[in-house]
């Protein structure tokens, strides 16, 4: 802004004010309306903080009335069952372009008889769980 377009009038030497001096000179010409703001907007925030107060009062008052409900007795909890040892069957496993060992084509040999198909292997029938279970083959 030069001195030409200022709505402040210049000083005598014709130098401009500085910003501070203008700063000034503006906080004396609307002090008034500077002060109203600023009480407005004081009350404002203390209204919003009052609401948001009150606000937190109810929502725990409805946080006290409301009924809790027990946590189920240990008995209604469903369990998994305890893994003993179990059998488990026989089964045919694709091996891709590997070949069976000898110890699984001879298993399969004793068990069903004829020779394992190309690309498997055989899982003989066995207990998982645990030790003590027996499979009869």
């Known amino acids: 802004m030069n001195a030409s377009t200022s709505s402040e009038p210049t000083p005598e030497d014709g130098a401009p004010t500085s910003f501070a001096k203008a700063a000034k000179n503006l906080l004396k010409k609307h002090k008034t309306k500077i002060l109203a703001v600023g009480a407005m907007s004081l009350a404002v925030v203390g209204v919003v903080a009052s609401l948001a107060e009150e606000q937190d009062a109810e929502d725990l008052k409805d946080t006290e009335d409301f009924e809790q409900f027990p946590e189920p007795p240990a008995a209604e909890v469903p369990k998994r069952a305890a893994s003993g040892p179990h059998p488990v069957k026989a089964s045919l496993v694709d091996i891709g372009d ?40």
Do not use: C, F, I, W
């Open 98 to 137: 590997r070949r069976a060992s000898a110890r699984a084509q001879e298993n399969y040999r004793r068990d069903v008889g004829g020779e394992l198909p190309p690309r498997k292997t055989y899982r003989p029938p066995h207990a998982r769980g645990g030790s003590s279970l027996k499979t009869s083959a």
